[in-house]
């Protein structure tokens, strides 16, 4: 089986290992492109050529913690439902408050299993910040509630006390008049005001709101650029820059206690290896910032 990372057998044992990485290959509900099955095994496969010098941290930061690749949740055909419910069980099981999960997608509906698992695992409620291109707050999509362009709204409903969404620049009036309608646990950075506004400003509204939170984040690969990770469903133009999203990643880290990460909505093409190469990057120095930052006072 392969490992994220590559990493030399000596770190990657359950007992050495802060960081758990749980594939997710889950695809039902995708409206456009499909191939997000895919996207955990090619993230963990480009993940061997990440170099493990992080020039943030001054350091092999993954050496210092280690990671340890779950075997990937079965996929349950009943319903998205059922899939969910198989989801949030793996997450409860393995989710800790001295260790950080990695959940690896398959499509975004996988996101609302992560929260239901971590509210079970942790007894308590989440925030959660969402790097995404959509805003996901339909009440239903193609029949489904469950479908992937419903999953903030049934985060809502799985008891996470407000969601923190940066990067949007697809959005229906439904989910407008929505968010109009609950101030209190929404809170949008549309991609143009994020692009328009000085990027502290951001990072200081973070920080003002998330400060000592218990939370998870859930990066959908289409809020970043299309120019960085082109290979997913639902390509959006106008998106995060690379930077942007790493001093996003970073401040969050930083304010908060992150319990989780999860990364979704990959779909590989061949090609277009540069895609999963970034979400892996991506992924890696996540988890560098939480682990650099997590014997901070928030924790």
């Known amino acids: 089986m392969n490992h994220f990372l590559d990493l030399p057998p000596e770190f990657t044992v ?14 039902s509900t995708v409206s456009y492109e499909g191939g997000t099955r895919k996207g955990p095994a090619a993230i963990i496969e480009a993940s061997a050529q990440v170099e493990l010098y992080d020039p943030v941290f001054e350091g092999e930061p993954a050496l210092e913690y280690g990671v340890h690749t779950l075997l990937p949740v079965p996929t349950n055909h009943a319903s998205p439902e059922a899939m969910v419910a198989d989801i949030a069980r793996a997450v409860e099981t393995c989710a800790r408050p001295d260790r950080l999960l990695v959940v690896l997608g398959g499509e975004h509906t996988i996101s609302v299993g992560v929260a239901r698992g971590l509210g079970r695992a942790y007894g308590e409620t989440f925030t959660v910040v969402v790097v995404d291109a959509h805003s996901d707050l339909r009440d239903e999509y193609e029949g489904s509630r469950y479908s992937h362009a419903c999953v903030s709204r049934r985060l809502l409903d799985e008891g996470v006390d407000s969601i923190f969404q940066i990067g949007v620049r697809a959005i229906s009036r439904e989910e407008v008049e929505f968010i109009r309608a609950h101030p209190e646990r929404l809170r949008v950075w549309f991609a143009d005001d994020v692009h328009a506004t000085p990027i502290e400003l951001l990072l200081a509204d973070l920080e003002a709101r998330l400060h000592g939170r218990r939370l998870f984040i859930s990066l959908d690969v289409d809020g970043l650029d299309p120019s960085i990770i082109p290979a997913t469903g639902t390509p959006e133009p106008g998106g995060l820059t690379w930077p942007q999203t790493l001093a996003i990643v970073r401040t969050v880290a930083r304010v908060a206690r992150v319990a989780a990460v999860d990364c979704v909505e990959l779909a590989p093409r061949p090609g277009l290896h540069m895609a999963e190469f970034a979400a892996a990057r991506l992924l890696y120095h996540t988890m560098n910032a939480i682990w ?3 014997s901070g006072p928030h924790q």
């Open 292 to 294: 650099h930052y997590r």
């Open 14 to 27: 359950p007992e050495r290992s802060w960081a758990w990485v749980l594939p997710v290959p889950y695809e």
